[in-house]
């Protein structure tokens, strides 16, 4: 079974519309949705946009539904000016705050075969696409860096945008040895009600859900092909 983690509510009601839903739990006050989402098995789930929150509802998934991967959306501040509202940003890498004392990053790495699997979805032409790019997010406690530190995990990683969130879920899959990938929306503006970002964010949400659907197919095809 795979599971799916999405903050955003369009995306969340699309899931509820395309799967066939045949269990619905409730767990920890939270509803899990359990089924089928192009004839794979899934469980998906709505979380607020809360690094705690996201943590949890991604243990009780594992420990609960026995995923053996996650893909989720979250959103992302971005870090270079040629990220709009609505752009995808497809994370290689989640770079979690590093202390003071420590020289290194833990890094975060999504799965490769997920990563591989969704970049032959984004690759294949779609009207009206929203932008897709492939780099790294950074958690927010390195805005209190200089800039030259985040200059640096730009050049070494392609440090596209800031979030906590999603460094919140893969850490907790990297400790259950879950493999990954993650999805964020970029959102310039914190008022994300107003009508032009709201439809930018939509259309995003609209677009992640078809790059995941797409993506289970994919994979499946792809880990079939590997074992012959």
Do not use: W
Not at 86 to 95: H, N, Q, R, S, T
Not at 175 to 203: H, M, Q, Y
């Amino acid at each position: 079974m795979n599971g799916i983690i999405t903050i955003f509510e369009p995306e969340f009601e699309a899931l509820k519309d395309y799967s066939l839903v045949e269990e619905i739990q409730k767990l920890a006050h939270r509803k899990y949705f359990s089924g089928r989402l192009n004839e794979q098995q899934v469980v998906f789930t709505l979380v607020e946009n809360d690094p705690l929150n996201l943590a949890i509802a991604t243990q009780i998934m594992i420990d609960h539904y026995k995923v053996k991967k996650i893909l989720f959306t979250c959103r992302a501040v971005p870090l270079v000016p040629y990220i709009k509202t609505g752009d995808i940003i497809v994370a290689k890498y989640l770079v979690q705050a590093v202390a003071a004392d420590k020289r290194s990053a833990p890094m975060l790495e999504a799965d490769d075969l997920l990563l591989n699997t969704i970049r032959t979805v984004c690759d294949t032409h779609t009207e009206d696409r929203p932008p897709h790019i492939f780099g790294a997010i950074l958690h927010p406690g390195y805005l209190e860096e200089d800039t030259a530190r985040i200059r640096i995990l730009q050049q070494e990683y392609g440090a596209l945008g800031i979030d906590a969130s999603g460094t919140a879920i893969a850490y907790t899959c990297v400790l259950n040895d879950i493999p990954f990938a993650a999805l964020e929306i970029a959102v310039e503006d914190a008022d994300s009600g107003t009508a032009g970002i709201k439809e930018k964010i939509d259309r995003a949400c609209k677009e992640v859900f078809e790059i995941k659907g797409m993506a289970l197919v994919e994979l499946t095809v792809a880990a079939i092909t590997a074992n012959i």
